[in-house]
């Protein structure tokens, strides 16, 4: 059975979402509908890429817009380094193309972290608070939020955080007047400067097996990099959903406590918008600090082929 919003065709809405999810297509457009004006302005103006599941397939994530796309989906072409290619991102600005997607299944929204019309200008300096799978680890990453809240209060910063709406947190510091790697620099002195505060908790080593239980403070979310959107669902079972929380208040929640059943009606204000704080500067001196530390990826690449043949000389 089907209907019509805003002038989109919805269809098959009785349909389950994916496995596990405890929800139809049809909770999942409701849901982006209800949020629309709170979801819409962490994606507008921005490359955004979905991650879609298909009746019958695995989930896979979109960059490129497909052909059937209605011409009035806007669209932002950018070039891919990696794959030497211009991909063809959406920009959703508006309710429309937020259901249009909801019916392509759509379930999360990443969007990049600069926008459209100023690439090289990233808008907040993010640190991804990634804890071990063990049960409970949800705890652990809020203790590891502590410690960045604390590194950003002794540098001058401040910020608001989210759940990731899988398992950890989400720490957001907006920023001005600073390009893409000004930001990234300063995002690995910060995960740095935090890790010093508890190196017993909290871990920057990108290598999995070098982090011994602790939680990851991933800074890596810089340049062409994307992240799970405020007010964003996310792919697991119960479809909970990226949440903004007071920092004090975090010791009292858990990651399930959002979901597209429950998260809509929490919303009698905007809370990710009220708990961010203005566009700052960042310091020069974290700025200087990270261009002394290594680009994670470029390091753990590096580590994993001396490692691999540190292995096969001693299997020789």
Not at 185 to 209: C, G, K, M, N, S
Request: glycine share 6%.
């Amino acid at each position: 059975m089907g209907e019509t919003r805003d002038g989109v065709e919805l269809t098959n809405l009785d349909a389950a979402l994916f496995d596990g999810a405890g929800a139809t297509k049809r909770d999942l457009i409701d849901y982006l509908d209800a949020v629309s004006g709170h979801l819409l302005p962490q994606l507008a103006g921005r490359p955004l890429s979905v991650i879609r599941v298909l009746r019958g397939q695995d989930a896979f994530m979109q960059k490129n817009v497909p052909k059937y796309t209605p011409d009035w989906v806007r669209t932002t072409e950018v070039w891919a380094e990696a794959s030497h290619r211009a991909v063809r991102y959406a920009l959703c600005d508006d309710r429309r193309t937020l259901l249009w997607f909801g019916n392509q299944r759509a379930v999360e929204y990443h969007p990049a972290l600069a926008r459209a019309d100023a690439p090289d200008r990233q808008t907040h300096l993010i640190i991804d608070l990634d804890p071990p799978e063990d049960d409970g680890s949800f705890g652990l990453a809020v203790r590891a939020a502590a410690l960045v809240r604390e590194a950003l209060t002794a540098t001058g910063l401040t910020g608001a955080v989210k759940t990731s709406g899988a398992k950890g947190l989400h720490v957001f510091v907006p920023v001005r007047d600073a390009d893409t790697e000004q930001v990234a620099a300063a995002t690995r002195a910060l995960a740095a400067r935090a890790e010093r505060v508890d190196p017993a908790l909290a871990t920057t080593a990108f290598i999995r097996e070098d982090r011994h239980g602790k939680v990851f403070l991933d800074a890596t979310r810089a340049g062409g990099a994307t992240i799970a959107a405020a007010y964003s669902p996310r792919l697991r079972p119960g479809v909970p959903v990226s949440f903004p929380v007071a920092w004090d208040d975090l010791a009292d929640i858990t990651p399930a406590d959002f979901t597209i059943h429950t998260a809509p009606a929490l919303l009698r204000t905007d809370p990710w918008t009220d708990a961010l704080p203005g566009p700052q500067p960042i310091p020069q001196d974290l700025i200087d600090e990270g261009r002394t530390i290594p680009v994670a990826r470029v390091a753990a690449m590096h580590e994993g082929k001396r490692r691999a043949a540190a292995r096969r000389k001693a299997e020789s």
